[in-house]
C-alpha cells in the first residue's frame, strides 16, 4: 500500500508535526510496554523511583504532575506486581515511602531497552550529529514547558 503525500500545509505546522511524531511513538511504545506487562505510567513511576527512591508517595507524584490520588492508584499497581515498595515514612507517619524493588529494577531496564529499539527507529534517517542536537533541544523545550513558560506566553 502506498502511503499518499502528507500535507503540506500540515507539514508546515512545527506543532501539528511534532504532535503526529508524538502519537506514532507513543504508539509504538504502548505496544512494547504492554509485551512487558507495562503502560507508560508504570514506567514513568519507575523511572522516578529509580532515580529519586525512597522517595515520598507525593513527592513522586508531584515529579510527574499527576494528582495524588491518581498516584496512589500507579503506587498500588506497582506495588501489587511486586515491582514497588511501599511504607510508611518513620519521620511522618501520615505519609508513604516508595521503593522500587529488584524485580521493578530489572522491568524498568527492559523498559528502557524497548525505548532504544524505538528511538533507534526514529531516528534512523538521523547521523550521529542531528541525533545530539534533536535530543538536546527536545530538553530545552521540556525545560521550557515545565518552567510554565508556554503557558506564560499563551
Known amino acids: 500500500m ?6 503540506q500545509s500540515l ?7 511534532l504532535s503526529n511524531l508524538a502519537l ?7 505496544e512494547r510496554f504492554a509485551e512487558l506487562g507495562l503502560n507508560r505510567w ?5 523511572a522516578v523511583l529509580t532515580d529519586h527512591g525512597p522517595i515520598v508517595q507525593r513527592a513522586a507524584g508531584a515529579l510527574l504532575g499527576v494528582d495524588p490520588s491518581d498516584m496512589v492508584d ?5 506495588v501489587a506486581a511486586g515491582w514497588a515498595g511501599r511504607e510508611r515514612d518513620p519521620s511522618d507517619r501520615r ?3 516508595l521503593t522500587v524493588t529488584p524485580e521493578g529494577r530489572e522491568v524498568f531496564e527492559r523498559a528502557r531497552r524497548e525505548e532504544l529499539r524505538v528511538r533507534e527507529a526514529l531516528l534512523a534517517p538521523l547521523g550521529e550529529e542531528d541525533r545530539e542536537r534533536w535530543a538536546s533541544l527536545l530538553r530545552l ?7 510554565g513558560s508556554l503557558d506564560a506566553l499563551l
Not at 507539514?11 to 508535526?17: G, N, P, Y
Not at 508504570?42 to 519507575?46: F, G, N, P, R
Request: net charge positive; charged share 25%; no cysteine.
Open 2 to 7: 502506498t502511503v499518499p503525500p502528507f500535507s
Open 11 to 17: 507539514l508546515e505546522q512545527d506543532v501539528f508535526v
Open 24 to 30: 506514532a511513538v507513543r504508539r509504538r511504545l504502548t
Open 42 to 46: 508504570d514506567v514513568a513511576v519507575l
Open 74 to 78: 500507579m503506587a498500588e499497581r506497582l
Open 95 to 97: 505519609r508513604y515511602l
Open 141 to 147: 523545550l521540556h525545560g521550557h514547558v515545565r518552567s
